[in-house]
Nanobody, 125 residues
Framework: QVQLVESGGGLVQAGGSLRLSCAAS????????MGWFRQAPAKEREFVAA???????AYADSVKGRFTISRDNAEDTVYLQMNSLKPEDTAIYYC???????????????????WGQGTQVTVSS
């Protein structure tokens, strides 16, 4: 069993930055692939970024060049550095985990079996 807790969300002006953290407990993260997803009001949950247990990364086109995902296995924590934030980035951001995911499944929410409660990110114009 893996418990995931997100933090780092908040209110920021357009063009600003935030760093989200996802801390895991219950299992060491080294064999887990991790994803960030987001859900805006009245919209479906969408993929944002992922990092595999082999440390390959994937990004949604909408965040490429602005967001960076990283992991610290020693701290069992995954990060999402978000720069040049836009109002359309406003959403609840969720962290997700699944062992040994690779390839295209990294971008699919149904592939993950552990989820955090989410953290709100609001970007004002």
């Amino acid at each position: 069993q893996v418990q995931l807790v997100e933090s780092g969300g908040g209110l920021v002006q357009a063009g600003g930055s935030l760093r989200l953290s996802c801390a895991a407990s219950g299992r060491t993260l080294s064999t887990y692939s991790m994803g960030w997803f987001r859900q805006a009001p009245a919209k479906e949950r969408e993929f944002v970024a992922a990092i595999s247990w082999r440390e390959s990364t994937a990004y949604a086109d909408s965040v490429k060049g602005r967001f960076t995902i990283s992991r610290d296995n020693a701290e069992d924590t995954v990060y999402l550095q978000m720069n040049s934030l836009k109002p359309e980035d406003t959403a609840i951001y969720y962290c997700a985990a699944r062992r040994f995911l690779l390839g295209e499944t990294l971008t699919t929410s149904n592939a993950y079996n552990y989820w955090g409660q989410g953290t709100q990110v609001t970007v004002s114009s």
